[in-house]
């Protein structure tokens, strides 16, 4: 007989041994949802430090494997909520010790309230090299979550079709992707095929870096979809730091941003010029200064 605490069905029970007596804790996960997340914040001792890092994709937010509420749960307990938009790792870290494996923060992931998924969940280091790379590239290219993100995800959420969505091709690897077309009022003219192929196939690395699925059916429900992603992850860092300064101070702190990734930037004026356009149209909330490239919030 398979002993409870590493039944595959049941990998929650783990996790809630590893954080007991914790006094931190790191959780990695794609999909968290609030009935996959309160077990583990209750057996979570209430002075522990407590980071999660996830990611808010509208579809699936509809869909109901991710939800944005977390964000308040989390914050009840002092503990922040980071956004990556193609993290796809599993893991749960305390000081002293870690779990990884394939389960996600929810009841079928953990298997809370009855036999789940079949999951796994290995115990390792928080200090194993392959977990501190992970952290590493998390903490440089991952956004803080705010009120306004989750609501925007939320309301884009809100926004799309209630028929399916299909799935986009596996988005590329976008760790510190960056836009690079200077007009992002046509991303939408591409997206439903109302512009010429030659464009189409110049601007399809951006479509594909957002990961937007096929089968949204007006402009305002794609931006809105478009706005949550680059809410998340490198750009929504940029949007965060380099907001609300002046032209040539967040002209240097992209530099350093991406310096620190090792990016080096040709023209860091024009990239800031092109970021701060996309930003401004797509998320509400951030405008930019007429005849400038100032963006405040």
């Not at 937010?61 to 503990?79: C, E, M, Q, T």
Request: aromatic share 6%; net charge negative; proline share 7%.
């Amino acid at each position: 007989m398979t002993p409870s605490n590493v039944d595959p069905r049941r990998c929650g029970l783990r996790v809630l041994e590893l954080v007991a007596a914790a006094t931190e804790l790191t959780i990695v996960s794609p999909f968290i949802t609030t009935a996959g997340i309160r077990p583990i914040l209750t057996a979570l001792p209430q002075n522990a430090e407590l980071k999660v890092y996830t990611r808010w994709r509208p579809d699936e937010v509809v869909a109901g494997v991710s939800d944005p509420h977390i964000f308040d749960l989390v914050g009840a307990r002092g503990g922040t909520v980071s956004l990556h938009p193609v993290m796809h790792a599993k893991a749960y870290m305390t000081g002293s010790s870690a779990l990884v494996g394939s389960a996600n923060v929810t009841g079928n992931g953990l298997g809370w309230d009855h036999p789940g998924a079949v999951e796994i969940l290995v115990g390792t280091s928080p200090s194993d090299p392959a977990l501190v790379a992970l952290i590493s590239v998390l903490r440089a290219t991952s956004s803080t979550a705010t009120e306004a993100d989750r609501d925007a995800v939320l309301a884009a959420a809100a926004a799309l079709p209630t028929a399916p969505l299909q799935a986009a091709a596996e988005p590329m690897d976008r760790t510190d992707w960056l836009p690079s077309y200077r007009m992002p009022e046509v991303l939408w003219l591409v997206y439903s095929g109302q512009r010429e192929k030659d464009l189409t196939d110049y601007l399809r690395p951006e479509l594909q870096a957002l990961g937007i699925p096929s089968g949204i059916e007006n402009e305002s429900a794609f931006n809105a979809y478009v706005g949550a992603i680059l809410r998340q992850g490198f750009t929504g860092r940029i949007a965060q730091e380099c907001s609300n300064l002046t032209t040539v101070k967040a002209v240097q702190r992209l530099t350093e941003l991406c310096a620190a990734r090792g990016t080096v930037v040709e023209d860091p004026g024009l990239l800031w010029e092109t970021l701060a356009a996309w930003i401004a149209r797509f998320m509400p909330g951030f405008q930019r200064i007429p005849g400038g490239t100032r963006l405040i919030r």
